[in-house]
């Protein structure tokens, strides 16, 4: 008798568990479907996970496992091979796009789509930056700014000090002993990318820009608890007082303007300060700033793990390091000898190495998702987005995909021989009219630093086997310790 009340109150409990997983797992669903009306019959296959959390967890744990593409693998196993999947991410409903046509419609429709980042996001990088700016806005500032970043003049006037500091660098590491590679590398993309901005402003300067923009870096990768002790809290005192240094910087460069004190060479800062589009309006302060903070966010994070990663998968592959060494001791020979340095042109000449740089762009997928929001009820593929829905556009599972790129997680440059880019099948730098606006600045930047390290350097990595973190950003557990020594027959 004991026995049998026993099983009946675990069969009791067992049910009551249950039913209330099941109810659990529902209300998402509830709270943000059930107002759809028969919409909510045509929305993408998926769920919408627990209260509050939603997929987050499942999608932390994938990417904390070392098994990042388990994440969506899940989805397509469980749904279908369909390319589109709701879900809760990051405090939303949402929409997960991975298939090509689908993230290029997302990305180019900018009638349907608007940036759809975190308010967190937003509040740290800006309201004026853009990331989160109207269409039209972007497209104004992107014309303004387009010349200073990325035009022939400013790249050519980049180059040089690129190279400067990239030669120094590679030198003073060669007699530092052990050292964490993507760690100097941060620094060195940081100095490089300070320097385009502010050339002129003073050490002290640089150096408290560097400590509050790092705080506010950790910021945006953290939760959005805004009480004292968390890191979010902290990035939003560190955005302060980055506005407070570049607004008083603002001010001075508006001051030594109206009094004609010249200056030996023009910077970011000055181009920002004197641009006007067609009607004669010029930049306010608030937009300047904006785009300051958005490139020190976004300049030099992406170019520092680029070129670890490209210096990594070339040591590791032997024969593609010798054919892309031979190219860049094939520009050497072809080179006047008064001439120092590399140019524009022989930068242009790389094919092989620029193949090399996609291909390291394509496997590491720095920016693995972008957020747009559905301005209206969107169709795509049959399915129903929703308005208000948040729209992620998952890179990573494109790049990934082995019906467009055979055996995806082998670097191969040469699959890039004679290969067509189909639209929407490469988006390193996304792709429509929110194209990243330094990605020339970021290809040139980085195939700066493997010239010079190709030609005379090698990395022994002391953890060759290190496990990789995956978030923010794929690295070596370690930061890729180890040592940088210079060949025998570095060429000078």
Known sequence: MELSTLALVLSVVSGLLGALFWGMSRVNCFVYERKLGEKRLWLPPGDLGWPFIGNMWTFLRAFKSGDPDSFMSTFISRFGQTGIYKAFMFGSPSVIVTMPESCRKVLIDDEKFKPGWPVSTVNLIGKKSFIAISAEEHKRLRKLTAAPVNGHEALSIYMEYIQENVVSALERWSRMGEIEFLTELRKLTFQIIMYIFLSSESEPVMETLEREYTTLNYGVRAMAINLPGFAYHRALKARKKLVAIFQSIVDDRRKQKDQNIPKERKDMMDALLEIKDENGRKL????????????L????????????????????????????????????????????????????????????????????????????????????????????????????????????????????????????????????????????????????????????????????????????????????????????????????
């Open 297 to 492: 966010n976004a300049g030099h994070e992406s170019s520092g793990h680029t070129i670890m990663w490209a210096t990594i998968f070339l040591q590791q592959h032997p024969q593609i390091l010798e054919k892309a060494k031979a190219e860049q001791e094939k520009i050497l020979k072809k080179r006047p000898p008064t001439q120092k340095g590399l140019t524009l042109k022989e930068y242009r000449e790389m094919e092989y190495l620029s193949q090399v740089i996609d291909e390291t762009l394509r496997i590491i997928t720095f920016s693995l998702v972008v957020f747009r929001e559905a301005k209206s009820d969107v169709n795509v593929n049959g399915y129903v987005i929703p308005k208000g829905w948040k729209v992620l556009v998952w890179f990573r599972t494109v790049h990934l995909d082995p019906a467009i790129y055979p055996n995806p997680k082998e670097f191969d440059p040469s699959r890039w021989d004679g290969h067509t880019t189909k639209a929407g099948t490469f988006l390193p730098f996304g792709a429509g009219s929110r194209l990243c606006p330094g990605n020339d600045l970021a290809k040139l930047e980085i195939a700066i630093f493997l010239h010079h390290f190709l030609l005379n350097y090698r990395l022994d990595r002391v953890n060759p086997n290190c496990p990789v973190r995956y978030l923010p950003h794929s690295r070596p557990t370690d930061n890729c310790l180890g040592r940088i020594r210079k060949l025998s027959s570095a060429s000078v």
């Open 284 to 295: 306010s302060d608030e937009e300047i700033i904006d785009v300051l903070l958005m490139y």
